[in-house]
């Protein structure tokens, strides 16, 4: 069971991931291994059996996410980092406080829910930036400039996190 | 070719026999049982055509009442006639005391965290009483399927956390019933759907599908995804404090303000404007508007003045469909089906409001309060194995992140909620103080920050830790969560190489010799009743692991074990029949750990097998494609 979680899916190991492919064969994996499959197998088969499944699920959940599966590249490769780092590019930290202070203001804003779309709309085009040259700082082995991009991701989907949360919020 | 000659006719059960399963919804008002029989799966009546047993137990001199005639019996004899107790599984007396109020019974002073209930037959505590509620469905599912059950589902809301899991699989234990398997109970509410659904033969595409879960006390709503026989849990949300108990307290604060009552109400009063609230609100799924009197003071409740009354409370639902939404990652134009389940959702306006959110209408075609007991039995019957193994497979979530307290009073979550079980996750922590040889680690169940607002599950000590400098140790903490959503921790020194483990169960769980005590308790002393069911149960552990060998034997004990392993398993297990049919429960126990540990390799082996063959299959995919 020594595999890694692209092997398990049998997917190439990189930061593309066919979202469709992962799931059905994420489906077909639990259908094999799930401890209901093994109800009427012995004890052990049944501890085995929950083992390996909790290792499908771990996997797939590091896939899925855009984030955690870049952290989980730059650790196959030997990067082994701490929970959130900071980043220290001074114009990305900047672009952020001012996509934040925006946020802050969206309810004094005319038309929040456009402002809220709007900015909604930026952060995911930023974050699609970030995967992008965090793609292609794996592709070239550059893994400092992976790990930057990465500090970058997790900044942007704490983002887009706090819009969604506003969102939710507004509409109540 | 030895292997065909292992199984000795007359000694171990038939395999392909048919199992006695059940599904067994254990509510907070009401239980009920369901089979699956010949392809359909009914809720089973009792002898006097009730399919419902009230969740009431009462205690008398002379014995136990369950049903309908304890209920009837709640007025007259409140102190020992329980009910509701539901609520207090997986409770400690301090939880208890919180809304105690309302609640007549006597607490017995605390027993080992748990609490217990002054009855004149002595103290119960609520594992107690919800295996008495467990007996009797368990009895009629025996009754109406000719013999012993070889399993059951019991369904849990899906907030329970892991106490109240762990409270109701032990109540089953008590029962002596063998649990295959906690089911969320919405969970089991799509499954009474969704297979229902499928047979139009549209199950080629993916479904989203939206269970809204309104019972008395308590909201819910859960989010699937039905693809091939497999449901996905995406996300699960709700509040334990709503229900439609609210919508009666709205409906009375409003007569009370009518009819100019004050608000300082005593119990009496408030009951009587209670049980007309719950009149009026059933009443009005037929009427446009309900004539209503109290005292001196007339007047009427109009279906648009009742949705004014429960939008707010409706609104909250709907707060938490959003959210639950959006843990899944979608929106409510996303789901494709809508699932009604609780009584609750008998209300007019919740239809309404339900039908206006999700833009379309929702299903209540099965009858909402057996839904969950159904769908429990489809899963029950799929787990023993009566169907085959393309049917259905349930990926279930955990409800409330599990985390463990760090410096300062925070909690730091090792587990997040909606993460599909089982799962399994390690973190680090080190030492603080230099030559430190122990860390107390303390288990805590919720989404809050600060430890104080989360649900205490466990607390344990690390012992043995080598003194080392402050911040050298690395000491690891795994949180196991099984499909049953039950919780195991372990935690480890890995530095020195110096290794010490624990693993605990939660606060308000029972300890297996607690089980032991209480059965033996439950056959008030007679000695040779509980020798007898030790015997039967170790006699069906035995048959089990038999069965599962073989099974495993004629699957690829050939191709895996070399003939010396072989002959080695078929004597352990010729010992472990000889045993069965003349041996002691300790001797055939002993011999069901012996065939257990022998067989380990053989069960890694398999499974390694199970994964390579996998793998091939799924390359073999692979080259298919263009």
Redesign the interface.
């Known amino acids: 069971?020594q595999q890694n979680h692209f092997?398990i899916f049998?997917l190439p190991v990189g930061y593309q991931v066919d979202r469709q492919a992962l799931a059905k064969?994420y489906?077909?994996?639990?259908?094999?291994?799930?401890?209901?499959?093994f109800?009427?197998?012995?004890?052990?088969?049944q501890m085995?059996?929950?083992?390996?499944?909790?290792?499908i699920?771990?996997a797939?959940?590091t896939l899925k996410d855009p984030v955690a599966r870049a952290a989980y590249l730059l650790q196959l490769r030997g990067v082994e980092r701490k929970a959130e780092q900071t980043t220290a590019d001074g114009a990305f930290l900047m672009q952020q406080m001012m996509l934040r202070e925006r946020l802050e203001e969206v309810r004094e804003a005319s038309d929040p829910e456009a402002e809220l779309e709007e900015l909604s709309a930026e952060a995911a085009a930023l974050f699609k930036a970030q995967e992008q040259a965090f793609s292609d700082a794996l592709a070239a082995n550059a893994l400092k400039d992976g790990e930057s991009a990465l500090s970058k991701l997790q900044f942007l989907a704490k983002l887009q996190r706090q819009i969604?949360e506003l969102e939710?919020d507004l509409?109540? | 070719m030895a292997l065909l000659q292992i199984s000795e006719p007359g000694q171990t059960p038939e395999p392909h026999q048919r199992k006695r399963a059940v599904g067994i919804d254990l509510g907070t008002t009401n239980s009920l049982v369901a089979t699956v029989r010949s392809g359909t799966a009914e809720a089973l009546p009792a002898e006097d055509g009730k399919a419902i047993l009230p969740s009431v137990v009462r205690y008398t001199d002379s014995g136990i009442e369950v049903g309908y005639g304890a209920r009837a019996a709640a007025g007259d004899d409140p102190y020992n006639t329980l009910v509701s107790i539901k609520r207090l599984m997986g409770r400690g007396l301090a939880d208890i005391k919180h809304f105690g109020e309302q609640l007549p019974y006597h607490f017995a002073e605390d027993t080992g965290g748990m609490p217990a209930i002054e009855t004149v037959s002595g103290a119960v505590n609520p594992v107690q009483v919800s295996a008495e509620i467990l007996k009797v469905l368990a009895q009629r599912g025996a009754d109406s399927l000719g013999g012993e059950l070889d399993g059951a589902v019991i369904t849990v809301p899906a907030y329970f956390d892991d106490a109240q899991r762990q409270a109701t699989k032990d109540a089953a234990k008590l029962a002596g019933l063998k649990v295959?398997?906690l089911l969320n109970e919405p969970t089991a509410a799509a499954v009474a759907y969704g297979l229902d659904k499928t047979e139009d033969g549209a199950d080629s595409a993916d479904k989203t599908i939206a269970v809204y879960d309104l019972g008395g006390g308590t909201f819910d709503i859960s989010i699937l995804r039905l693809?091939?026989?497999?449901f996905?849990v995406l996300s699960t949300g709700g509040d334990s404090a709503l229900g439609g108990d609210d919508f009666d307290r709205a409906v009375a604060e409003w007569i009370a303000a009518e009819a100019g009552l004050g608000t300082d109400l005593d119990a009496g009063t408030q009951r009587k404007l209670l049980d007309a609230a719950c009149a009026a609100k059933e009443a009005l799924a037929a009427e446009e508007t309900v004539a209503m009197s109290y005292l001196d003071w007339s007047g009427s409740l109009s279906r648009e003045k009742l949705a004014e009354l429960l939008d707010p409370l409706i609104s909250k639902t709907l707060?938490a469909c959003?959210?639950a939404l959006?843990d899944a990652d979608l929106s409510a134009e996303n789901v494709e089906e809508v699932v009604l389940v609780g009584g609750s959702t008998r209300t007019l306006r919740v239809r309404e409001k339900v039908e206006g959110f999700f833009g379309r209408k929702p299903h209540a075609d099965i009858d909402p309060d057996k839904v969950v007991a159904i769908g429990a039995a489809i899963q029950a019957d799929?787990?023993?194995?009566n169907k085959s193994?393309?049917d259905l497979?349930?990926?279930d979530v955990i409800p409330l992140s599990l985390g463990i307290e760090t410096m300062g009073g925070l909690t730091e979550k090792l587990i997040h909620r909606n993460?599909?079980?089982?799962?399994?996750?390690a973190q680090e922590f080190t030492t603080f103080k230099d030559g430190q040889t122990a860390m107390a680690i303390h288990v805590v169940q919720g989404e809050r920050e600060l430890v104080a607002d989360c649900r205490s599950l466990a607390r344990f000590e690390l012992r043995g830790i080598p003194p080392m400098v402050a911040g050298a140790a690395h000491i690891r903490v795994t949180y196991?969560v099984?499909?049953d959503g039950l919780l195991s921790v372990t935690a480890m020194e890995k530095s020195s190489g110096v290794q010490a483990e624990i693993t605990v169960k939660p606060s308000y769980g029972l300890e297996d010799t607690d089980i032991t005590r209480m059965l033996q308790d439950s056959y008030a002393n007679a000695e040779e009743d509980i020798a007898a069911r030790a015997l039967r149960e170790a006699q069906v552990e035995a048959e089990?692991?038999l069965?599962?060998?073989l099974?495993?034997l004629q699957e690829n004990g050939a191709e895996l074990l070399s003939e010396a392993e072989l002959s080695e398993l078929e004597q352990a297990m010729q010992g472990l029949r000889q045993a069965h049919n003349e041996g002691t429960a300790d001797e055939i126990r002993s011999r069901v750990e012996a065939l257990?540990t022998l067989?380990?390799p053989f069960?890694?082996r398999?499974?390694?097998s199970?994964?390579k063959r996998?793998?091939q299959g799924?390359?073999l995919d692979?080259f298919d494609k263009p």
Do not use: C, W
């Open positions: 069971m092997e049998g064969r489906r077909e994996l639990q259908q094999e291994f799930h401890p209901d499959r109800a009427a197998k012995s004890d052990r088969e085995l059996a929950m083992q390996y499944a909790a290792q699920n771990e797939n959940n969604e939710e509409l109540d | 295959l398997r693809s091939k026989g497999v996905e707060r959003k959210r959006r799929v787990l023993v194995g193994r393309e497979l349930l990926l993460t599909t079980i089982p799962v399994a996750k196991q099984d499909a089990r692991t069965e599962a060998m099974v495993a257990n067989s380990e069960a890694a398999r499974m390694d199970s994964i996998a793998m799924h390359s692979e």
